[in-house]
């Protein structure tokens, strides 16, 4: 059994910066990614940024730039540094894993992200 637990959320003012974190437990053997992905109300849920393990890394267009996402070197963890940040960030912010499969999906419980003045 696969857990991901997000922490790192909260308020920020726009232009101002946060680091989520996502830590994992239980067996991660087969792993293919993790990433974040985040979802504001009324929308879909969308990849923010994901590291494979060749060590590639994708981001969102609207992120690219300002965000950074990187792991530790056995998977226990994944991070998303947030700089930069603006009001349309706003959102839940979930922490994902691939792993047996590239379609087989774990998940966090989320974590909520505020960008206002």
């Known amino acids: 059994q696969v857990q991901l637990v997000e922490s790192g959320g909260g308020l920020v003012q726009p232009g101002g910066s946060l680091r989520l974190s996502c830590t994992t437990s239980?067996?991660?053997?087969?792993?293919?990614?993790m990433g974040w992905y985040r979802q504001a109300p009324g929308k879909q849920r969308e990849l923010v940024a994901n590291?494979?393990?060749?060590?590639?890394?994708n981001y969102a267009d609207s992120v690219k730039g300002r965000f950074s996402i990187s792991r530790d070197k056995n998977w226990n963890s994944v991070s998303l540094q947030m700089n930069n940040l603006l009001p349309e960030d706003t959102a839940v912010y979930y922490c994902?894993?691939?792993?047996?499969?590239?379609?087989?999906?774990?998940w966090g419980q989320g974590t909520q992200v505020t960008v206002s003045s």
């Open positions: 994902n894993a691939k792993i047996g499969g590239w379609n087989t999906d774990y």
């Open positions: 239980g067996s991660i053997s087969g792993i293919y990614a």
């Open positions: 590291i494979r393990t060749s060590g590639h890394t």
